[in-house]
Structure formats: structure tokens, C-alpha cells
């Protein structure tokens, strides 16, 4: 399960942004593979499910606008033997 919470900088909650979660093969090229939008609480979950075998790097990415930078969150690996 990918999760996530989404803050500002005071630490309360971003609801209802559009967050993606994105896939990669080598943890450089990115690319979409779910949308989200987040709950009152700032959070979102995606079940992650594993078909062949190989690494497989994610995170979870958020676009900017007039108020927020856009934002990347730290990858994370699923390797499937």
C-alpha cells in the first residue's frame, strides 16, 4: 500500500489536491500511474498491486499552481522475485 500526506509548511492538512502516484523502471524517468485527491485529513493510499518480476521504484508527486510548488515525494522500491 502507497500512502501519503500532504501538509503545509504549518503542518495542517492539504484536502481535496489532485496528487499522482508515479512508476519507475530505473528511479529517473517517471510516469503516472494513479490520481488521488486528497481526504480532509491530507491523505491518500493507493493499493499497489505487483505483476512481473523486477524492481520497481514509486512516489508520490504533486503539481504546483498560484500557491504551492510542485513537489516530489521520496521514491521507494518494490522488488518481486
Do not use: C, E, H
Not at 508515479?22 to 505483476?51: D, H, M, P
Not at 524492481?55 to 513537489?71: E, I, L
Amino acid at each position: 500500500m502507497a500512502k501519503a500526506t500532504l501538509k503545509r509548511q504549518s503542518g495542517s492538512a492539504i484536502k481535496g489536491k489532485v496528487v499522482y502516484l508515479q512508476r519507475s523502471s530505473n528511479g529517473r524517468t517517471w510516469k503516472t500511474y494513479a490520481k488521488r485527491v486528497t481526504g480532509s485529513t491530507g491523505k491518500v493510499a493507493y493499493a499497489i498491486r505487483s505483476g512481473k518480476r523486477g524492481t520497481v521504484y514509486w512516489r508520490w508527486s504533486v503539481p504546483g499552481n498560484d500557491y504551492f510548488r510542485p513537489v516530489s515525494g521520496a521514491k521507494f522500491r518494490i522488488v518481486t522475485r
